[in-house]
């Protein structure tokens, strides 16, 4: 079988040049537009090799949404600033205050409790106000913001530091002039109406990439938050890839377990699946049925593109069923494939896929 040095599978293989890559065209987009970028690691765990680049790279911000991630990072020795992207949960206030300088909120009886714990740990916390602005996840009504910056400003431990968006998150709305300049409108009133300088007025995600690049004037805009493009180059975008950038920095490597030629269709007395589906096959007659080593613990299997010429026909928990087509693979053979960014954000988390950084 195979001559060459054994490696661990599954493994996910991290090129760090590539993301270097993406990340100085990004910065220097965004710093021709006068925005600064908050890279965002959760799609990564808050990994520290993948972090380090994007300070590296000039970005002085990292936003996570999960403390988990940013403890790991401060543990690391990370001394920049931490932007927590989640809102945080009633039960977590400590920890938000001890391991993020800055925190993306909407209610206002957490930030009162921000403000207490702040206060009692003798820090300032720095508070972004987030808007709704049509994406409809998190986010205060326009008409109601007035009434919560009123309340926060005279909060002691926390310093309302800027107002912001979420977009294209959950309704897939993109950020456009419109809604961009709604968005300028907002922080420019607040700032005239309470006196007050706004350190951040700040958009995302990735998608943000299409109005920032094609716009003439990025109003009051000064920051975005930004995963997906950095690290798999906007691919995932409606304009399917940001050009000059690299959508293939990260690669899932599984082994082939057996490689047989079976039918096409089960046989025997049908019920369900391991997941309790009632499945569907093509009948293609015989083909060649490869078991790969990985499974649904492991990897967001629409998100899988295989490099060779192969179809996925489904997985359980720690195999994945293909039909290897015309391939000739045989057990220890291996399969690249590439990931958007579900299957790179499962494959990250599983404990079960090694991380193989190339530099
Ligand atoms: C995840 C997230 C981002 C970054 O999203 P990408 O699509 O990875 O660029 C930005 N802002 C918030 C609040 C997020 O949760």
Known sequence: MRLVPVMETPRIEIDLSKIAH??????????????????????????PKIARL???????????????????????????????????????????????????????????????????????????????????????????????????????????SGVGTSLACLGGVLPDERNMSQLSNIAQSIEDKFGITLEFVSSG???????????EDVGKINNVRLGESLLLGGKDLECKG????????????????????????????????????????????????????????????????PRLDIEILGASSDHLIADAKKTDLKPGDEVIFDVDYGAMLAAMTSPYVSKVYLD
């Open 22 to 47: 993406n990340v100085k065209k990004l910065t220097e987009l965004c710093g021709s537009k006068g925005v600064s970028i908050t890279a965002v690691t959760k799609g990564v765990c808050g990994d």
């Open 54 to 160: 994007f300070l590296k790279g000039g970005i002085e911000i990292i936003g996570d949404s999960r403390i988990a991630n940013l403890k790991k990072m401060r543990e690391a020795g990370f001394q920049n600033p931490f932007l927590l992207l989640r809102l945080p949960a009633l039960n977590e206030v400590e920890s938000v205050v001890k391991y993020s300088s800055i925190s993306l909120n909407s209610e206002i009886d957490i930030i009162k409790e921000l403000s207490k714990t702040a206060l009692k740990n003798n820090v300032i916390h720095k508070i972004i106000l987030m808007v709704e602005l049509g994406d409809l996840r998190e986010g205060i009504m326009p008409s109601d913001l007035e009434v919560i910056v009123k309340e926060v400003i005279h909060l002691e431990g926390i310093k309302l």
């Open 205 to 215: 995600n990735s998608s943000v990439y299409t109005w920032l690049e094609s716009t």
């Open 242 to 305: 940001i050009p000059g950038l690299y959508y293939d920095a990260f690669t899932l490597v599984v082994e082939v377990l057996e490689s047989k030629v079976k039918p096409s269709v089960p046989y025997g007395k049908i019920s369900v699946d391991a997941f309790g589906n009632i499945p569907e096959f093509e009948n293609r007659g015989q083909i060649r049925r490869v078991i790969l080593g990985i499974g649904r613990q492991d990897i967001l299997l629409s998100g899988l593109t």
